[in-house]
């Protein structure tokens, strides 16, 4: 997947940007505020994905492993650059229009192996 122009550049909205870890082995890079909502302190974030800045995600302070703080440029250069690299929640709110589209690399062919010869029905 080739990079759009959009992300040519950092134009990122002002705002406090760092990398943050959490618990469960996900990372998300963006800028950062702390919320309380449902009586309790959160970090939202909001995932830089291909020169904007994706919907909030909440997570609890428990929840953090490690948190960067850090300036624009650098928040910009370590974002995610490819759908993989976004945690699977973020990913599935992200329409489907922003994603790239598959490529030939991405097909799967089932293998014909229907007749093996086995008559059996035992594997080798």
């Known amino acids: 997947m080739t990079l759009d122009a959009a992300d040519a550049k950092c134009e990122l909205p002002d705002g406090e940007y760092a990398i943050v ?20 302190k959160l970090c939202m974030v909001e995932p830089i994905w291909h020169g904007a800045l994706l919907a909030p995600v909440y997570v609890a302070g428990a929840s953090l492993y490690r948190l960067t703080p850090c300036s624009r440029e650098v928040a910009w250069s370590s974002r995610a650059r490819y759908d993989y690299q976004l945690p699977s929640p973020v990913r599935a709110r992200i329409e489907p229009a922003a994603l790239p589209a598959p490529t030939e690399d991405d097909t799967f062919e089932p293998a014909d192996d229907a007749d093996d010869g086995d008559s059996d029905g035992e594997f080798d």
Request: overall charge negative; proline content about 0%; some cysteine.
């Open 21 to 40: 870890e959490c618990m469960g082995h996900s990372t998300l890079i963006g800028r950062i505020s702390e919320v309380e909502r449902f009586g309790t």
